[in-house]
C-alpha cells in the first residue's frame, strides 16, 4: 500500500542522507522525498511517499524515528490529510497546439508562468494523478521537460505534526 | 581560559570518567596525542591495528558497564576501525570512536589520507558527527557519551578535522545535555506489563527467552527472580550467556542454531513466550513461518521500538528499559492473588525433562584425539566457571558458548550479530585491562587468531597475561562443517595450510606457548598456564581436526528441524 509520511527532523548537514541511507539499506521503496526548512529554520521538514506492506511500513516508521536526527514522525495515510505537488511542464507551443495547451492548461487551473515564441512553461499544483492527467491530457510529443517536486502532505484540521 | 580542540577533547575524556583509550596515531590525531602526552589521567593503549583499538574498547566495554573509547587517525586508521564500529554495531556495545579528519578547509578535495568518515560510518554507528567548530567540541562529546550508553546502545563517532583540534575556545563541560529528538523510553507501559503478567500466570507451557538486552541493562538479578518466581524454563541467547546462571535447573541451555534440544523444542511449543531484551534474529528462530506455524502468544520487553514486530509479530510489546520492565512485573506478580498453574507447569517440566533426556551437548570423549568439548569442561572446571571468556568466531565460539557454562553475565564477551573473526584477542586485552588480576581465557582457532595476532606485542608491552585456548583443527572449521553438511564434502579452501609453530610465535613476542597434543595433558597445561599469573601464555591445542558442533538447525530450517550428533 501506499502510504505518506511526514517527518520533522534536525536541520543538520548529513541529516537527509540518513534517511535516504535507512531507505536504500534496509530496501524499502522511496517514490518521492522532498525536504525544505519550516519556520523554525533549526527544523526541516519531509515528505516521503513509500509503499509497503504493513510490516514493512511499521519497520519505516519506527525506523524513522530511531535516527537522533529526526524529531518526530506522521504517517499521513493514518487519517485525514491533504497532498499537494507542484510540475513545471515546458510544452512546444506553437501553431494550433498554442491556443489548445492554454486551454488544457486553464481546465486544470494551471498557469503559463513562462512564455517564449515556440514554448510555455505551465504550472501546476494538484495531487499526483491530477498531474498525471494533465500529462495525459496535452499531446505527448509536445513535452519538452517535466519537473515535479513529489508529494508535500499536511494533516487535515487538529492533526499536526509538531515538536 | 582558552583551550585548544584536543585539550578540550581529552578534558572531556577525563570528566567523563574514562580509564583508558586505545588507538594508533596519525597526522590528523597528532594534536590530541599531543595532549595525551601531557596528562596522566587517561591512560593509551597502543594497539597495533585499528581494528583492534576497536574491539579493545568494546571488550572493555562489554566487560563493564562503561563506554569504550578509542581513537585512530584518518584515512586507513578509520577504515581499519569500521570492522570494530560494524561489530559493536550490531551487538549493541557503547562505545565512542575519537577520528581525526583533514583540516576543514582541505575537505572534499581528495587531500591526503583523506576520507568520508561519516558517510563510511553510518550504516554501522548508532550516530556520528563531524565537529567543524571547536566552540561545538565539548557538546558533542557530552552527546557523544550519553548517546552511546542510553537507550539501545551502540558506537557513536565524532570525527575531529586537525584545524578544530588546534583552534581555541573557551572551554566549560556541559553538566547535563538535551537532545529534543532523541528520548529513550525506559519505563513499560503498565497496563501492557498488567496484560503480561496475567497471560505468564494463565499459561500452561510458558517460556522465557533472554538475550543481550538482560546483560546491557544488568538486570540478570531481576531475570532471575522473574524465572524463579514463575517456575518457568529460561534459555538465553548467544549474546545473553550469563544473564542467567547456567547451573540453574531451570536454565535449558542456548536456543539457536546450536542451542539444546529443550531450548529449541521448549521455544517452538510453548503456548506463552516471555522475550527479554532478545531481537528474534534469524540464528536463533531460524525459519520464521515454521516458528509461526504454532500458535503462541509472544510478549516481549526491549528498549528499541524497531526490535518489536521486525521479524517476529508478537501479542503484547512492551517498550522499555529490562531492568525498570522486569521490576514492574515483579511488583504486579508479587501483588497478585493469583499464582502459576503448579500442575501445568508440572507436566511442562515433564515434558522438557524428556527432550533434556536427549543429552543433546553429549559427545563421545577420546583417548587418543582432543576433544575440543573437553577442553572447554576442563577449562570451566579449573576456572570454576568464574573467567572472563573472550572468543573468535567460528566453532570453537559454539563450543564454548555451549560447554562453558557461564553463571554471571558479562563474562562471555563474543561477537555474536557480525560474527568477527579477529575480535577475540584484542577484546580480552580490553577486559583484561578493565579486570587487572582477573583470569581472562581467549578461545580461539587457528584461523581467527591470525586475523589480529599482531595483538601478542601489545599484551606484551602492557603486561596483559591473557590465556590463550587455540582448538587448532587446521580448519576453517565452522566453514569445513557446512562444506560437509551442505556442499558434498567439497572442502574449498576452507584447510589452513602453512601454519605458523604458535609456540615459537608465542616465544618470538615474548611470551610463553605450549604445544598440546594428548588428551591426557589438556588439565596439566591448562593449570599450568592459569599458574602462570604474570604471563600471556598460549595453548596451542591440537583438536580432532573433523569435530563438529550439534546440534544444529540448518540455516532456514525450523527450530525441531534439528541434527543431532546421533542422528549421523
Ligand atoms: C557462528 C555463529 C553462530 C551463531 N549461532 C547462534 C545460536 O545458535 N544461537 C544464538 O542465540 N545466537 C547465535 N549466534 C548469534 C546471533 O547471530 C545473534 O547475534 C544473537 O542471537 C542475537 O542475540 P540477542 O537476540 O540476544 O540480541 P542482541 O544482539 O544482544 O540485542 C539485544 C536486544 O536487546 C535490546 N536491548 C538493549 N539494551 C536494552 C535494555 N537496556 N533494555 C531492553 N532492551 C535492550 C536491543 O534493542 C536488542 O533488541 C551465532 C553467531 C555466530 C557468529
Ligand atoms: C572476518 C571474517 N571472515 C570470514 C568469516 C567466515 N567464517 C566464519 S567461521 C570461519 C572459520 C573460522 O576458523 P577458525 O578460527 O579456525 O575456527 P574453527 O571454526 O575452526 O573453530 C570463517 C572463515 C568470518 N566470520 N569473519
Ligand atoms: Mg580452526
Known amino acids: ?163 | 581560559m582558552e583551550l585548544t580542540g584536543a585539550e578540550i577533547t581529552i578534558r572531556c575524556l577525563q570528566e567523563e570518567g574514562v580509564e583508558y583509550v586505545f588507538g594508533y596515531p596519525g597526522g590528523a590525531v597528532l594534536f590530541i596525542y599531543d595532549e595525551l602526552f601531557k596528562q596522566e589521567q587517561v591512560k593509551h593503549v597502543l594497539v597495533r591495528h585499528e581494528q583492534a583499538a576497536v574491539h579493545a574498547a568494546d571488550g572493555y566495554a562489554r566487560s563493564t558497564d562503561k563506554v569504550g573509547v578509542a581513537l585512530v587517525t584518518s584515512g586507513p586508521g578509520v577504515t581499519n576501525a569500521v570492522t570494530g564500529i560494524a561489530t559493536a554495531y550490531m551487538d549493541s556495545i557503547p562505545l565512542v570512536v575519537i577520528s581525526g579528519q583533514v583540516p576543514t578547509s582541505y575537505i572534499g578535495e581528495d587531500a591526503f589520507q583523506e576520507v568520508d568518515t561519516v558517510g563510511i560510518t553510518r550504516p554501522c554507528v548508532k550516530h556520528n558527527f563531524l565537529v567543524k567548530d571547536v566552540r561545538d567540541i565539548a557538546s558533542t562529546m557530552k552527546k557523544a557519551f550519553y548517546l552511546a550508553k542510553s537507550g539501545r546502545p551502540g558506537p557513536v563517532l565524532v570525527d575531529i578535522p586537525k584545524d578544530v583540534s588546534q583552534q581555541k575556545t573557551e572551554y566549560s563541560y556541559p553538566a547535563t545535555v538535551n537532545i529534543r529528538s532523541y528520548t529513550p523510553q525506559t519505563h513499560g507501559d503498565i497496563g501492557q506489563i498488567k496484560r503480561a503478567a496475567q497471560l505468564l500466570l494463565e499459561a500452561k507451557r510458558p517460556m522465557v527467552y533472554a538475550g543481550g538486552g538482560v546483560v546491557l541493562s544488568d538486570a540478570s538479578k531481576q531475570l532471575t527472580e522473574l524465572v524463579r518466581l514463575l517456575g518457568v524454563p529460561c534459555t538465553n541467547t548467544l549474546m545473553g550467556l550469563g544473564g542467567y546462571p547456567a547451573d540453574d535447573r531451570q536454565f535449558v541451555g542456548m536456543l539457536g542454531m546450536h542451542g539444546t534440544y529443550e531450548a529449541n523444542l521448549g521455544m517452538q511449543n510453548c503456548d506463552v513466550l516471555l522475550a527479554v531484551g532478545a531481537r528474534f534474529d534469524d540464528r536463533v528462530i531460524g525459519n520464521v513461518g515454521h516458528f509461526n506455524s504454532v500458535p503462541r502468544k509472544i510478549i516481549h520487553i526491549d528498549i528499541d521500538p524497531a526490535s518489536i514486530s521486525k521479524r517476529v509479530k508478537v501479542d503484547v510489546p512492551i517498550v522499555g528499559d529490562v531492568a525498570h520492565v522486569l521490576a514492574d512485573l515483579l511488583s504486579v506478580l508479587n501483588s497478585s492473588k493469583q499464582k502459576p498453574d503448579a500442575a501445568a507447569l508440572k507436566d511442562w517440566w515433564k515434558q522438557i525433562d524428556e527432550w533434556r533426556a536427549a543429552n543433546s551437548l553429549a559427545y563421545k570423549n577420546s583417548s587418543e584425539v582432543i576433544k575440543p568439548q573437553y577442553v572447554i569442561e576442563q577449562l570451566h572446571k579449573l576456572t570454576h566457571g568464574d573467567a572472563f571468556v573472550t572468543s573468535d568466531v567460528g566453532q570453537h565460539q559454539m563450543w564454548a558458548a555451549q560447554y562453558y557454562g557461564f553463571n554471571h553475565p558479562r563474562r562471555w564477551i563474543n561477537s555474536g550479530g557480525l560474527g568477527t573473526m579477529g575480535f577475540g584477542l584484542p577484546a580480552a586485552m580490553g577486559v583484561q585491562l578493565a579486570h587487572p588480576g582477573a583470569p581472562v581465557a581467549c578461545v580461539t582457532g587457528e584461523g581467527s587468531i591470525q586475523m589480529n595476532i599482531q595483538e601478542l606485542s601489545t599484551c606484551k608491552q602492557y603486561q596483559l597475561p591473557i590465556k590463550i585456548i587455540a582448538l587448532n583443527n587446521r580448519y576453517l572449521g565452522m566453514v569445513r562443517q557446512w562444506q560437509e553438511f551442505f556442499h558434498g564434502n567439497r572442502y574449498s579452501h576452507s584447510y589452513m595450510d602453512a601454519l605458523p609453530d604458535f609456540v615459537k610465535l608465542a616465544e618470538a613476542y615474548g611470551h610463553v606457548g605450549i604445544l598440546v597434543e594428548k588428551p591426557s595433558d589438556v588439565e596439566g597445561a591448562l593449570k599450568e598456564a592459569f599458574a602462570r599469573k604474570d604471563e600471556l601464555v598460549f595453548l596451542d591445542f591440537r583438536t580432532d581436526m573433523t569435530e563438529n558442533v550439534y546440534p544444529m538447525v540448518p540455516g532456514g530450517k525450523g527450530l525441531s528441524e534439528v541434527i543431532l550428533a546421533e542422528d549421523l
Request: proline content about 1%.
Open chain 1, 1 to 163: 500500500m501506499r502510504h505518506i509520511i511526514s517527518l520533522l527532523m534536525e536541520n543538520e548537514a548529513g541529516a537527509l542522507s540518513r534517511v535516504a541511507g535507512l531507505f536504500s539499506a534496509r530496501g524499502y521503496n522511496i517514490e518521492s522525498l522532498n525536504v525544505a526548512p519550516t519556520e523554525d529554520p533549526t527544523m526541516s521538514r519531509m515528505t516521503i511517499v513509500t509503499s509497503g506492506s504493513d510490516e514493512v511500513i511499521e519497520q519505516i516508521n519506527k525506523q524513522l524515528n530511531k535516527l537522533v536526527d529526526v524529531v518526530s514522525v506522521m504517517d499521513l495515510s493514518d487519517g485525514d490529510h491533504i497532498e499537494r505537488e507542484l510540475m513545471l511542464v515546458k510544452v512546444h507551443a506553437t501553431g494550433e497546439a498554442r491556443e489548445e495547451l492554454k486551454r488544457i492548461a486553464d481546465i486544470f487551473r494551471g498557469r503559463i508562468i513562462d512564455v517564449s515564441d515556440k514554448t510555455y512553461t505551465i504550472e501546476l499544483t494538484g495531487s499526483g494523478s491530477k498531474l498525471d492527467s494533465f500529462l495525459q491530457a496535452i499531446d505527448h510529443s509536445l513535452i519538452l521537460e517535466t519537473v515535479r517536486t513529489g508529494a508535500s502532505g499536511i494533516g487535515r484540521g487538529d492533526r499536526i505534526l509538531k515538536l
